[in-house]
């Protein structure tokens, strides 16, 4: 089975203060990865270094997608070869047209493969279906980016790009959280038909709620910046069960 | 720097050359008035950021040999009916195409010549500028919407006077009327004929009297030779709205007063503006909202894009007189900076003298929303489209306001072209 992203020892601070420590791991095409972790340990700051954000500065350390440097590209170029970040706090652009985005977004894609850009119509078909398909009221459309949705709808919103854009891999930041148990089974479902042999899906979450209904092939911890421990979904039961202090402490003793 | 001085001599020679009419006796009396003062300076806090010696100048050459009469310009409008349905009206130096007046035979609104008015006495000449503006008139224009009259569609005033290959001067004056629960929408739209240096001063007067409600857009897109003053001034009485937009996106010195005065009960103002510059334009925006008497609501929303070495001014004024008790004033005033060599002054003043009032106000200067452009990159539009994508936005947040639909689409591809210009000025 072919490696679909390999990050090697990666070290990445903001304003001089490192956050990512030597973090390894290999996401393997196909694969379902979830991430936990306490707070502040640094999942956001992996999910956005990937992403591509410029505020991070990586010291050492390499990412590879498809075994070509990630490190290098623009966030957009990381978007065209299908990387989709669900933010974790998704923001508001007043002004900015939800479809209109939804559009520009699906045809930078389809430029970047080569394809013909999408029309109106096929657009306005392709969206409903999979805003159908989640459960969201089409009206969410016509509105601006995010503009006054509830934090629920937020996260609805994110994985309906997901779906319009269908990555080869989505990196969803806390898309869980904030949802009430409807719109985790609609994420769910969403998340769930995009699942392909050749797609990977890296979950940030805080609950194993999440992975009843998203089952990971691996369950990884991550503590002050780094991956300390590595499982099956068991190890998500054990944490619920246990909390992070014995991950934590068997690393350093 | 010694400030520009208008000659006198000059001004009382060419108003002396322009033909006894209507508007003679208030010639004489601006003439006067405007000899008092002369023109503003720098000194004056209202006019530190603005400097007028150009226009002075301007004025002063102009003058020693000022026509003393003009007539009606021939502007093809063909193509702007196209574009903006309206009653369009091409006003020249002041002066009205008469066949244009005729034409528009609306039930309830009369326009006519300001020299055939009878009412020379309401034309205001209490500034400066309007003093210059009145005793230097070829003509202007009287607007009368009879009680209970709804207008439907607006009538468009095309202000485009410098026909003139040569450096000119031209004074427009419009006073409108509207009666007790009138309603009508007015565009002044700003343009230039050619490619000279041309000093344009207008003011327009706006009484509505109870109940009544005006929109009006002002749209100015003159060359980068144009310096313009503009003068609105609205009186509210009670149960009266007016919602008033300005867009510029042209000129090389432009200078916005707006002032309105509410002196009834539950009126209601909205005074917004959209300012696009960049090279080395200068536009001024100054508001007066003053309030006289409460309760009343009154907005000030402006926005601006500055790029190159452009230079924008808000000061946006609210005056809450004693007595005008339950006034709720809102202002703010935002904007992008695109270069690093563009300058803004935003200054939002509140003068409180009565009770139980509301007033907010904000203001900020700033670049892109970085979290908001990393967003859309995120989502596979590049910089640029990212870039584009929220400073359209952000003008957008006023235009989507604009109270008159018909001049929509013109102004969203006016600003859309302007926009253009601008982002495409930093990749540089
Ligand atoms: N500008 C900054 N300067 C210093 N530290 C920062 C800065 N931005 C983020 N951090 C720190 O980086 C650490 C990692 O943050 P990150 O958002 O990646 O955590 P997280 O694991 O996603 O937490 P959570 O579970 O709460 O979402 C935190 O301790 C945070 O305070
Ligand atoms: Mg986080």
Redesign the interface.
Known sequence: MSIMLEIENLQASIDDTPILRGLSLKVGAGEVHAIMGPNGSGKSTLAQVI?????YRVTDGSVLFDGENLLDL???E???KGIF?G?QY??E????NNA??LK??VN??RT?QGQDEIDAFEFLKLAREKMSLLDMDPGFLNR??NEGFSGGEKKRNEIL?MAL?EPRLAILDETDSGLDIDALKAVAKGVNALRDPQRSIVLVTHYQRLLDYIVPDYVHVLSKGRIVRSGDKSLALELEARGYDWVQEAVSA | MSAAVLNQDLLEAAVGRLAADGLTDLRERALVRFGETGFPSVREENWRYTNLAAAVELSNAYLSDAPGAISATNVDISQLNDDIDAHWIVISSGVADPDALAALQDDGIVITPLSESNDSDQVCIDDPLSSFNAALLHDGLRVRVAENARIEKPIGFLLQDDAAATAGLSQTRIVVDLGRNASASFIELHRSGGDSAHFANSVVQMELDAGASANFVRIQERSTKHMQIGRLQARLQENTTFNFTTIDVGGKLIRNDVAVTIEGAHAVANVCGVYLADGNQHIDNHILLDHRVGPAVSMQDYRGIVGGRARCIFNGKALVREGADGTDAEQSNRNLLLSDTAEIDTKPELEIFADDVKCAHGTTVGQLDKKELFYLRSRGLSHEQARILLTRAFAGHILKKLPIENAKKYIDQLIERKLDQLTGDTDQ
């Open positions: 992403a591509g954000h410029e505020d623009a966030p957009e990381r978007a065209r970040l933010f998704p923001v652009i007043p002004g900015v209109y985005l520009a977004a930078a894609r970047y601006g980016v790009q854009l």
